[in-house]
């Protein structure tokens, strides 16, 4: 049987080894809580300072901005939920834009039960927020703007220093998904008052994540009944993710640079495979998005279809957003968002994300592999 090639790095990246071994002693001899005031407690809150101040040095931060969640989907949650809360002389209205991961549309979805309304941003056929647009919405002094930093289905890269330039200058508060984008783009926090990141994402364990907060007293706690991380985030901390989050993101920060060019290079590979044996194939991600991120549409083969056959072709990929992967198709709200024939796809697309698991030669092979799939179907 064919070797597996994994195309959905986030989802299937095993742990690197020096992640692993900083979680290791907290998972297997140290088991103290970080909140007790005996000395194997206290050695467990230098652990966790220790990695929040390593996280802030990562991100160019004070660690007082810096708090740890689930992941991104709280992060998102909680960044949303308290911008919308603030009592403001401006508009009852939060700004994001239709291509957003669904923790924060969702959310947005939920914010009439609060008295805001959500002003929705057009985006142009590669998924690039209006900026025009974005200066009249802030002219009218919205509680929040959230705009994701870069997309994870088709891989677009928001001009953030540009957007929250004109979010600064009217005093209206920016959040910034970042999931997609800690430790594989060199991001810069100015501007930026809230930033969400999730520690799967950059190499790190599944279920923990940041949250940065410029003004961490404009937090609204989701969660009540202790004292930790400043009474705003409470609950007994991880330990060992909180440390794995804190290693992994040191070591994709370090090798950023390196990782971006063997992602891209899997990508543009898998492309020109693809292109040669299969014209009709239409691409909805650019070579200047997301590193090793491609959005391919089929026409005429569903994409929840073409996964399960991949996967039995040893090739995990995914149709659309993993979040959103019910087992039920459902077009893809990003692709319908950018119009055009990337909304004639939105059922037709699969979603090839290259990263460190991967070897050089794993882009041709996943679209031969795909080419031999499509090839019996005609």
Same mark, same amino acid.
């Given at each position: ?30 088991? #103290? ?17 220790? #990695? ?7 991100? $160019? ?65 590669? $998924? ?33 220093? #540009? ?163 019910? $087992? ?11 119009? $055009? ?38």
């Amino acid at each position: 049987m064919n070797e597996t090639i994994y195309a959905d790095h986030a989802a299937t990246t095993p742990l690197e080894p020096e992640v692993w071994e900083a979680m290791k002693p907290w998972l297997t001899t140290f088991y #103290a809580n970080p909140a007790a005031l005996y000395r194997s407690g206290l050695q467990a809150r230098r652990a966790v300072e220790q #990695a929040r101040q390593s996280v802030a040095r990562c991100l $160019g931060c004070s660690p007082l901005g810096i708090f740890f969640t689930s992941g991104g989907s709280e992060s998102n949650t909680w960044a949303l939920l308290s911008g919308a809360s603030r009592q403001t002389p401006g508009s009852r209205e939060v700004v994001t834009t239709p291509i957003e991961h669904h923790s924060v549309s969702g959310v947005c979805g939920s914010l009439g039960g609060l008295g805001v309304a959500v002003r929705t941003l057009p985006v142009d056929e590669r $998924g690039r927020v209006d900026a025009a647009a974005l200066e009249q919405a802030v002219s009218r002094r919205p509680r929040l703007v959230s705009v994701q930093y870069a997309n994870n289905e088709v891989g677009v890269i928001q001009d953030i220093p #540009a957007l929250a330039a004109l979010c600064r200058a009217q005093g209206v508060p920016f959040h910034v998904d970042a999931v997609q984008a800690v430790g594989h783009l060199d991001l810069t926090l100015d501007g930026i008052d809230l930033l969400s990141a999730s520690a799967h994402k950059f190499g790190g364990p599944k279920g923990i994540g940041i949250l940065y907060a410029r003004h961490p007293e404009t937090l609204r706690p989701l969660v009540f009944g202790g004292h930790q991380q400043q009474g705003l985030r409470p609950g007994t901390e991880p330990v060992a993710q909180i440390v794995g989050l804190a290693r992994a993101l040191e070591i994709a920060c370090e090798r950023r640079r390196e990782r971006a060019d063997a992602k891209r290079a899997l990508a543009s590979e898998f492309c020109r495979t693809l292109r040669a044996g299969w014209p009709d194939a239409r691409f909805h991600s650019t070579a200047d998005g997301l590193p090793g991120l491609v959005s391919v549409g089929l026409p005429g083969h569903e994409g929840q279809n073409l996964t399960y056959r991949l996967d039995v072709a040893g090739v995990c990929v995914s149709p659309g957003a993993a979040c959103d992967n019910t $087992g039920t198709p459902a077009p893809s709200h990003v692709l319908l968002a950018l119009g $055009g024939t990337a909304a004639q796809d939105a059922l037709c697309t699969l979603r090839f994300s290259f990263g460190s698991a991967n070897r050089p030669g794993d882009g041709a092979e996943a679209a031969r592999r795909l080419l031999q799939i499509l090839q019996t179907s005609v």
